[in-house]
């Protein structure tokens, strides 16, 4: 079993939808969790970190449930410049990251 | 202007030839790393480096080598490269900012460079 897993991909939707990515973990004692945006071919990019207590950044909602070790992200309203791969990662303190193989979103106009 | 810069960013190498791929950063973060990022597998760690002269071993370390001798300086070293190492290899850097004590964890933003294409015949 994958240390961190996403929902398999590609999520085509067309603009203004609702889009919900999940991802779950395995190893209980991570300690932060993020979701990263990846364009093709470029670096990943930070999107947002991810509290019990939830975070919102305008459009996007992350969530935390460390019981059930679950990560999700949710994109309101999506637009076309949304279309990317959506990482989420795990940190175990120190160092040592884990990422999801990702998941790849579409937005259609 | 704060930034990773990796170089070269495309590099065609053959079997068995040395070569280092360079990274350098100039926020002054303690830690450093690389990753490599193959279709279907996400990114995964080679190596890491929490503090000059402190380095350790990610999921994939095997034929990779590393050295931090400077703050900034982060350079991968494959001794003898092989076709499975053929990859686009991403460097990144972070700091550690102060533990949200309430959350019980720190917030570890991490910088990633530009990205090197490598591929090795």
């Known amino acids: 079993r994958k240390e961190v897993e996403q929902d398999p991909g590609p999520f085509n939707v067309p603009e203004g939808a609702t889009v919900a990515f999940n991802c779950t973990y395995s190893?209980?004692?991570?300690?932060?969790f993020f979701w990263y945006r990846q364009d093709c071919r470029k670096e990943p990019k930070l999107l947002m970190s991810?509290?019990?207590s939830g975070n919102e950044d305008g459009r996007f909602t992350a969530q935390l449930n460390r019981a059930s070790q679950y990560i999700s992200l949710l994109i309101r309203d999506s637009k076309l410049s949304d279309s990317a791969t959506y990482l989420c990662?795990?940190?175990?303190?120190?160092?040592?990251?884990?990422f999801g193989a990702g998941t790849r979103l579409f937005v259609k106009a | 202007e704060a930034q990773v810069t990796q170089n070269p960013r495309y590099l065609i190498t053959v079997t068995g030839k040395k070569l280092t791929v360079t990274c350098s950063q100039n926020?002054?973060?303690?830690?450093m790393s690389w990753y490599r990022q193959d279709p279907g597998l996400g990114l995964r760690q080679i190596y890491y480096?929490?503090?000059?002269?402190?380095?350790d071993k990610g999921d994939v370390p095997e034929g990779y080598k590393v050295s931090r001798k400077e703050k900034r300086n982060f350079p991968l070293i494959l001794e003898s490269p092989s076709p499975n190492q053929t990859s686009l290899y991403f460097c990144?850097?972070?700091?550690?900012?102060?533990?949200?004590?309430?959350?019980?964890?720190?917030?570890?933003?991490?910088?990633f460079g530009p990205g090197t294409r490598l591929t090795v015949t």
């Open positions: 990144a850097s972070s700091s550690r900012l102060f533990q949200r004590e309430r959350e019980g964890q720190g917030s570890y933003e991490q910088y």
């Open positions: 190893n209980s004692a991570s300690q932060s």
């Open positions: 991810v509290y019990s």
């Open positions: 990662v795990v940190n175990f303190g120190g160092f040592k990251t884990i």
């Open positions: 926020m002054n973060h303690e830690y």
């Open positions: 480096s929490m503090n000059v002269e402190v380095t």
